[in-house]
């Protein structure tokens, strides 16, 4: 059974990590590339030391923690200890560089040696990269302007949007979810017959929010409505609540 779950585990890790890295490439290509949107994103600067030294330091801490996970799960054995009472001690049984999540037996990885071999990688592309170009001969590139297949010059309305950018996997994942696509028109007022706006609206509905957690949440939601209704104001009834507090605890703790 572990020699099955395993895999299987190790798939979805890689598909979630596929997901999420598509989702901070359409973030950042639709927040920092092309044109901007709005005037007040144009005049967009970037933030001051103390916001980006934040940011670099959970982003710095998120690397160390990757590279070594062996000094974190080191550090977090008395939490877990006291917890469950038992600590991960195999996890770092065959010292600093080796990560053990079973056993020895079983599996085990490096992440130093895993962020070495893509060092490597990145470092033999960037060699080639440059011996390739000074082989070439350096030509000066003629820039012209793009042709526009007959439109008009580019605008921000005319460039991708989040919605496009994800389409092809809401294709791949429809049916996990409920979607609700709409083209709305909205006419003219003078004249009825000519568009003046066009909106296309998605709608991503969640599958298992209505069969998991939305029972849940009605449940909760009509207990809080009826506790509310001791709540109704008055003063001598707040006293009676504390009074029949202490009797009971007092009858409890007796």
Avoid: N
């Avoid at 901070?24 to 916001?51: D, H, N, S």
């Avoid at 130093?112 to 001969?137: E, I, K, S």
């Amino acid at each position: 059974m572990l020699r099955v779950v395993i895999p299987v585990s190790a798939a979805m890790l890689a598909l979630t990590g596929a997901l999420a890295a598509a989702c901070f490439v359409k973030v950042y290509g639709i927040a920092f590339l092309g044109q901007a949107r709005t005037r007040r994103a144009a005049r967009a600067r970037e933030a001051g030391v103390g916001m980006v030294a934040a940011q670099g330091l959970l982003a710095g801490l998120c690397l160390l923690f990757g590279v070594f996970p062996t000094f974190t799960v080191i550090a977090l054995a008395p939490v877990t200890e006291s917890l469950v009472g038992q600590a991960p001690a195999a996890a770092a049984s065959q010292g600093w560089m080796w990560l053990t999540p079973v056993s020895p037996e079983v599996a085990s990885y490096s992440a130093p040696l895993v962020l070495v071999g893509v060092a490597l990688a990145v470092a033999a592309w960037a060699l080639v990269r440059w011996y390739t170009r000074r082989r070439r001969c350096d030509l000066p590139i003629p820039r012209r302007e793009p042709w526009e297949c007959g439109f008009g010059t580019p605008t921000a309305r005319m460039q991708y949007s989040a919605t496009a950018f994800s389409m092809p996997i809401r294709e791949i994942f429809r049916p996990l979810f409920r979607l609700h696509e709409e083209q709305v028109r909205e006419m003219e007022p003078a004249l009825a017959t000519r568009p003046a706006r066009l909106r296309y609206e998605v709608h991503a509905e969640d599958l298992a929010w209505g069969w998991l957690y939305q029972p849940v949440v009605r449940v909760v939601h009509g207990a809080a409505r009826r506790v509310t209704r001791i709540q109704t104001g008055r003063l001598r009834h707040y006293l009676a609540y504390s009074l029949l507090t202490i009797v009971l605890l007092l009858w409890v703790i007796t």
